[in-house]
Every structure is written in structure tokens, then in C-alpha cells.
């Protein structure tokens, strides 16, 4: 069974940078699939923030992308997120996931999700 | 790029049928047969319940269907259950390479 697991602080400045990472089990995170970050501000829907490949190829929302960087850690199967310049906008619960087909991106994994707070 | 629009809200009783729609565009709904469904209890992942328009994934009850006409793509959930109390999103493809969410809708079983 695949599983996906997010962690990084819950707590992060603002003008800071936010850090998750993502560790998959069940599946290489060399194979096939591309792996995506996932949203959810407080009282809001859902928002795709971006996707990488682990050839490193990315992906990225436009309305967030001089922001946002993503990075996989084939040794250890995991991929990263890091969204710099955060503000009280950006607290939300962050889900990775894998897409199961690409170019349509259908998340059939997801991580349980992170809550992360943009507060000084 | 601006999400789809799907209504609010949406409510039926058990055993009653209810349609959610998702509209977007030529760039993304209307040009593509990339969307797929997710439903969302509130402290819970997202679950994909539809993908490439219709299609169901293992697991996913018959109850839940999905068809597109033009920029248009709907959600029909049969037979209403109270477990279907959930907030539910489309998602598709764009012309840019990128993936949008719908608003989400929240659908109460009455």
C-alpha cells in the first residue's frame, strides 16, 4: 500500500520559508508517476501548487511560481517543498500526493496533510 | 489561472440524486477529457472518486458518475447516503500545462 507522510515545522514567520517535505512508502519515487503539493487555506477550496518529477522536472502554479521550488530525494523517496516571502495568506493545510497519470494529474495517494501557521 | 466555478452548496435527501457542475473554459474543462472528482470529509484527505470525465477508480461506488457537455463537467451522486455528506471538488487540466481545482461544493444529506 503507498503512503504518504508530510512534515516540516507548523509554525513559520512571516517573510519566512515555509519547508515540507513529503516521504512516500509503497511506491519508488524514481518510477513513473510525478508528485504534487496540494492546499487548503482555512474556509477556502483546494489549490495545486505544483508537481516534480524524479528526474527533477517541475511544474508550478503560475500564481505562485517565483515563490515556490520543489526538490526529490531519490536515496531517501521523498520530495520537498519550499515556498519563500510566506504571509498570513499562505497558512493552510498543505497535502502532497501522487498522480497516477500524467498530463491529467488524478491524485489516487495523499498525505494526511500539514497545517501550517504564518504568524509572528 | 483562475479556478472553476462550481456552486456553494448543493442538498438532497437519502435516496434522491443531486448533480454538481464545474464550468471552466475551452482552455481547460471544455478542451480536455482531464477532469476528475474529488470528495473531501472536513480533517481528511481528499479521495478521488472520478478521473478522465468519468471514469470511477476501484473501490468508488456505481452511485457516483461523471459526464462533461462543452466548458461543463457534472457530478451525479445516486441514491443519496449520509456518508456522502462531503465537500466536493473538480480538477482539470489547462492548455498552460497546469492542473485547477474547482471551488468545491458542499453537499448536505438532508
Known amino acids: 500500500q503507498v503512503h504518504l507522510q508530510e512534515s516540516g515545522p507548523g509554525l513559520v514567520k512571516p517573510s519566512g520559508t515555509l519547508s515540507l517535505t513529503c516521504a512516500v512508502s509503497?511506491?519508488?519515487?524514481?518510477?513513473?508517476?510525478?508528485w504534487s503539493w496540494v492546499r487548503q487555506s482555512p474556509g477556502k477550496g483546494l489549490e495545486w501548487i505544483g508537481e516534480i518529477y524524479h528526474s527533477g522536472i517541475t511544474n508550478y502554479n503560475p500564481s505562485l511560481k517565483s515563490r515556490v521550488a520543489m526538490s526529490v530525494d531519490k536515496s531517501r523517496n521523498q520530495f520537498s517543498l519550499n515556498l519563500t516571502s510566506v504571509t498570513a495568506a499562505d497558512t493552510a493545510v498543505y497535502f502532497c500526493?501522487?498522480?497516477?497519470?500524467?498530463?491529467?494529474?488524478?491524485?489516487?495517494?495523499w498525505g494526511q496533510g500539514a497545517l501550517v501557521t504564518v504568524s509572528s | 489561472q483562475s479556478a472553476l466555478t462550481q456552486p456553494a452548496s448543493v442538498s438532497g435527501s437519502p435516496g434522491q440524486s443531486i448533480t454538481i457542475s464545474c464550468t471552466g473554459t475551452?482552455?481547460?474543462?471544455?478542451?480536455?477529457?482531464?477532469v476528475a472528482w474529488y470528495q473531501k470529509h472536513p480533517d481528511k484527505a481528499p479521495k478521488l472518486i472520478l478521473y478522465?470525465?468519468?471514469n470511477r477508480p476501484a473501490g468508488v461506488s456505481i452511485r457516483f458518475s461523471g459526464s462533461k457537455s462543452g466548458n461543463t463537467a457534472s457530478l451525479t451522486i445516486s441514491g443519496l447516503q449520509a456518508d456522502d455528506e462531503a465537500d466536493y471538488y473538480c480538477?482539470?487540466?489547462?492548455?498552460?500545462?497546469?492542473?485547477?481545482f474547482g471551488g468545491g461544493t458542499k453537499l448536505t444529506v438532508l
Open positions: 480538477a482539470s487540466y489547462t492548455s498552460a500545462s497546469t492542473l485547477v
Open positions: 500526493a501522487r498522480a497516477k497519470g500524467w498530463p491529467q494529474r488524478d491524485f489516487d495517494y
Open positions: 509503497g511506491a519508488s519515487i524514481s518510477g513513473t508517476n510525478w
Open positions: 478522465g470525465v468519468s
Open positions: 475551452t482552455n481547460d474543462v471544455g478542451g480536455y477529457n482531464y
